[in-house]
T-cell receptor, first 117, second 114 residues
Framework: AQTVTQSQPEMSVQEAETVTLSCTYDTSESDYYLFWYKQPPSRQMILVIRQEAYKQQNATENRFSVNFQKAAKSFSLKISDSQLGDAAMYFCAYRSAYAGNNRKLIWGLGTSLAVNP | NAGVTQTPKFQVLKTGQSMTLQCAQDMNHNSMYWYRQDPGMGLRLIYYSASEGTTDKGEVPNGYNVSRLNKREFSLRLESAAPSQTSVYFC?????????????FGDGTRLSIL
């Protein structure tokens, strides 16, 4: 069975600085998708960025980018020019690309990010 | 732009009471999910419905039942609420046909069982 591990329960960053959140996963599959979700204090779950395993190029969405290392099964999230609004819980999630799993997501336990002014 | 709508947003129940959490999505998604979120436990899948007319158990189904009423609606029922079911409940949906599509979440229901 697949697992997702976020080894940093809490992180902090100074406003305007860069921070990297780590995520590792375990799978025997070769085709899958990875996601980072953000959950601010409002509790909404917001998609930040996604990565297809078959793509070598790292995904980027404005100030958010990932470092996807398929061989190492690592999927870290880099937030550049951190803003106060980035303060949230961040969850890493895995989804198999194979049809049998009904598109279920496997979730990490989250990293709480504080942004200091 | 309603997306996924959950009702109610907050609820307090007494032990043994029953209640149904409602979820509806307007994105024409095939798959829908119910999660619970507890401190330090992340999101745990309770039940999911891959398509209209089907439901399957997730990681923590005990004490819950679900109904996929139609393509839009997926309800979660607590038949006899227990304090261990105090949690924040999220409904989500996704497009089954495209595996790289994310799950879209409702705003959550905070449920307290006394």
């Amino acid at each position: 069975a697949q697992t997702v591990t976020q080894s940093q329960p809490e992180m902090s960053v100074q406003e305007a600085e860069t921070v990297t959140l780590s995520c590792t996963y375990d799978t025997s599959e070769s085709d899958y998708y990875l996601f980072w979700y953000k959950q601010p204090p409002s509790r909404q779950m917001i998609l930040v960025i996604r990565q297809e395993a078959y793509k070598q190029q790292n995904a980027t969405e404005n100030r958010f980018s990932v470092n996807f290392q398929k061989a190492a099964k690592s999927f870290s999230l880099k937030i550049s020019d951190s803003q106060l609004g980035d303060a949230a819980m961040y969850f890493c999630a895995y989804r198999s690309a194979y049809a049998g799993n009904n598109r279920k997501l496997i979730w990490g336990l989250g990293t709480s990010l504080a942004v200091n002014p | 732009n309603a997306g996924v709508t959950q009702t109610p947003k907050f609820q307090v129940l007494k032990t043994g009471q029953s209640m149904t959490l409602q979820c509806a999505q307007d994105m024409n998604h095939n798959s829908m999910y119910w999660y619970r979120q507890d401190p330090g436990m992340g999101l745990r899948l309770i039940y999911y419905s891959a398509s209209e007319g089907t439901t399957d158990k997730g990681e923590v189904p005990n004490g819950y039942n679900v109904s996929r009423l139609n393509k839009r609606e997926f309800s979660l029922r607590l038949e006899s609420a227990a304090p261990s079911q105090t949690s924040v409940y999220f409904c989500a949906s996704s497009d089954r046909g495209r595996t790289n599509q994310p799950q879209h979440f409702g705003d959550g229901t905070r449920l307290s069982i006394l």
